[in-house]
């Protein structure tokens, strides 16, 4: 537990791009009308960059430094879980305290496009967090692949996907459904439960492609 915790330590230490591209755009930001979007939006944009540092960078810099890949991936993966506590922390306290300051415009946060906030702003802070974990958790796996055939064909597919069911009204509908339950469910429980759920599938794909990924 010891190398894991010094592995999060460096990883979150090595993340300060991340950190500062972020709160560059948090705080600058500007919209302009009688509806605009909210700044915490732009929280979101750490757990879609770190990733990228996560897997392109801080892994070969890890192995080299003598870590084990499954110390390395279960330090990613506690990360991942307090960034998604830190994100959601942040983008709920400007909801909660900024947003409101613009009485004269009306503003848009993903947590109120979600229906999180039907259910009290704690659970949908919560709520807020899983999704967030998941979607860190799904962009790791996917960029661990990006060196092996099958990382490409996972990329096909997913562009096939969106291709292919986009413009048919019945396959739309699916894919509607998908990121119904996925993203704008208002149902805490099976919303968190899903989340956690495909999290945990994609961390074990996540091993099994580690286990197979070189320097």
Known sequence: MTAIFAIVKRLLASNKISFIITALVVLCATSSGDVVL????YTWLLAVLTPFFFVFYDFTKLMHLGASKKDYFFGCLISYGFLAFFISLVNTVIHLLIDPVYSAQTVINMMDVCKWTENGIIVAGLQQMFFLLLVMVFLHVLLSMQ????????DALLVAIICVFTPI?????ILAGFFQIIMFNSNAVLH???C????AALSLGGLVVLKRKTL
């Open 192 to 194: 968190i439960c899903i």
């Open 196 to 199: 956690l759920l495909l999290s």
């Open 147 to 154: 060196t092996h055939w099958y990382g490409w064909l996972t």
């Open 169 to 173: 009204a019945p396959l739309r509908a």
């Open 38 to 41: 909210s700044n915490g939006n």
